[in-house]
């Protein structure tokens, strides 16, 4: 059970880390957020915080697109939140959910001349997703937000009523998730996922421009993909209909993790179950993330592990 928070400027008990229902954020999605996973590596009784400098960096990169004025560097929240879990004592799994709001007690939706604040919290966490592999999905009959309206680029609180639209509407229709088309008609992306697509051996993924987020667990799936499995990779639009033709699919991110994907819209994508090529990516990304592939340390971050007392 979560015990602390980091908020206003110091880590307290959960249970005192509280806004008022008159928060501007509260009442306008005028926030961004954060997700970072940390993951126990058993042998080792240690937890791994994964990329944790490159999350805090798009996190203040989506800070300023709400004009938001953090007194942290990625660094200072790197460190914020590394003794934040260090004083939770995790020893499983865990997803670190980092939140940046307009704290002004205000009616009158904007952006300019707002209190910013900052509040860093963490929860055990295992599978996002119900199914290790072989998700069965939908096309959304909701599309995608467009930059020109909410950008997607950035992780903004009130622009996830999209994701929850999406994913309703899958769940309640019987299916896992759901991919969602952008404007023009090309996929962009799951409820809260990346896409990858593998056709005649190469991965090949909606491009930023389809409105999808700049996934950090994506970019590290293709390095991993290019430089250790030598499989290339290609960025460009993809219709729904060509993904009933995939040799596989898979979603991928901080929460999905790599979960490959069964069929689309009653269709069955390649085999019906997880294939080669996704079953080795993902082998590779969680030997990645708990610490077993040396190359790859300077991707995680150790927890010190407090003594009790």
């Known amino acids: ?28 999605g005028t926030g961004c ?22 999350h805090y960096r798009r996190f203040l990169h989506s800070g300023k697109i709400l004009m938001a004025h953090v007194p942290y560097s990625a ?3 790197a460190e914020i939140t590394i003794e934040l879990l260090s004083r939770e004592g995790w020893r499983e799994n865990c997803y670190v959910r980092p939140l940046l709001y307009k704290a002004d007690e205000t009616i ?8 910013d604040a900052v509040t860093i ?22 599309r995608r937000v467009d930059d020109t309206a909410i950008p997607p680029r950035g992780k903004i609180t009130g622009a996830y009523i999209n994701s929850a639209l999406i994913k309703s509407e899958a769940h309640l ?29 190469k991965l090949i993924v909606p491009p930023i421009s389809a409105n999808a987020l700049e996934g950090i667990t994506l970019a590290s799936i293709i390095h991993l993909a290019q430089h250790e499995l030598g499989v290339a990779c290609e960025a460009r639009e993809i219709d729904r209909t060509e993904l ?3 040799d596989e699919a898979f979603l991928c991110g901080t929460g999905a993790q790599v979960v490959s ?13 997880e294939g080669p090529i996704t079953a080795a990516i993902r082998a590779l990304y969680f030997r990645v993330v708990r610490g077993e592939e040396p190359k790859y340390m300077h991707w995680l971050t150790p927890v010190p592990q407090v003594v009790p007392a």
């Open 1 to 28: 059970m979560t015990k602390y928070a980091f908020f206003e400027g110091e880590i307290r008990s959960i249970h005192d880390a509280k806004i008022s229902v008159m928060t501007q954020t509260f009442n306008y």
């Open 33 to 54: 957020f954060g997700g970072l996973r940390g993951y126990w590596n058993q042998e080792r009784e240690q937890v791994y915080v994964f990329r944790i400098l490159d």
């Open 75 to 77: 660094q200072d929240l």
């Open 108 to 115: 009158g939706v904007r952006l300019d001349n707002m209190r």
């Open 121 to 142: 919290f963490s929860v055990a966490m295992g599978n996002y997703l119900p199914r290790e592999e072989g998700l069965r999905l939908c096309t959304s009959s909701w």
């Open 173 to 201: 229709n019987g299916f896992d998730d759901a991919l969602v088309l952008n404007q023009d008609g090309h996929i962009a992306e799951a409820s809260a996922a990346n896409l990858v697509m593998i056709r005649h051996g």
């Open 244 to 246: 009933y033709y995939a």
């Open 261 to 273: 994907i069964a069929s689309l819209d009653h269709r069955t994508v390649g085999s019906g179950s």
